[in-house]
């Protein structure tokens, strides 16, 4: 375990087939490129950067980490050495040893391999490893039924509905599922998640 002040300053985090890098500035026109693999900027039930919100997208990650709150990752597959996607913590709370895992999504060529799998596997090893978490939250929109079936494929408990817990940009007040896994739940999780992957 290490302390939370040296926590914040970002790893890389590598895998098998992926690598979750510490997002930054220059990393705009590669997920911009991922991200248009399927034109995610225009999925109704998540919010994923286009041409018109990228750096602003970056920004606030940026921001994010430097008030301590935020660890933005790109995920970057090393047998190609492309970035596929994002993905980070956020909502850290250091105090009560508790964070959130979201703003991830990934090129539609690499949706429904195991690079989601991996990218989670090894930032949930991270929490409750070395950041020595007690709780790992995730929220999906109500309505993205393929999400809230890969949240519960990692081994998360559903806990509930927040509703109207945010506007998207259509301006529809989003109705939000919170999932949730803890500290002793976890050696069954990564058990799970690694017989997933396989050797």
Do not use: C
Request: proline content about 4%; hydrophobic content about 45%; charged content about 20%.
């Amino acid at each position: 375990m290490v302390d939370w002040k040296t926590m914040l300053q970002q790893p890389t985090l590598t895998g098998n087939t992926v690598a979750l890098i510490p997002m930054s500035l220059e990393h705009g026109p590669q997920l911009l490129q991922a991200a248009a693999d399927g034109e995610l900027w225009n999925m109704t039930v998540t919010v994923v950067p286009g041409p018109g919100t990228m750096d602003r997208y970056i920004a606030t990650a940026l921001e994010g980490r430097r008030t301590g709150t935020v660890m933005p990752f790109v995920i970057v597959q090393l047998a190609t050495g492309a970035i596929v996607g994002s993905t980070r913590f956020w909502k850290i709370d250091r105090a009560n040893r508790k964070m959130e895992i979201g703003h991830t999504w990934l090129s539609a060529s690499v949706q429904r391999s195991s690079v989601n799998t991996e990218a989670k596997l090894l930032l949930l090893t991270y929490a409750f490893e070395v950041m020595d978490a007690v709780r790992v939250q995730f929220t999906t929109d109500e309505l993205n039924q393929k999400s809230r079936a890969a949240i519960l494929r990692l081994g998360a408990v559903q806990e509930g509905i927040v509703r109207h817990e945010r506007i998207m940009p259509d301006g529809r007040k989003r109705n939000s599922v919170r999932f949730s896994m803890i500290d002793t739940e976890w050696e069954a999780v990564k058990a799970g998640l690694e017989l997933r992957l396989g050797p």
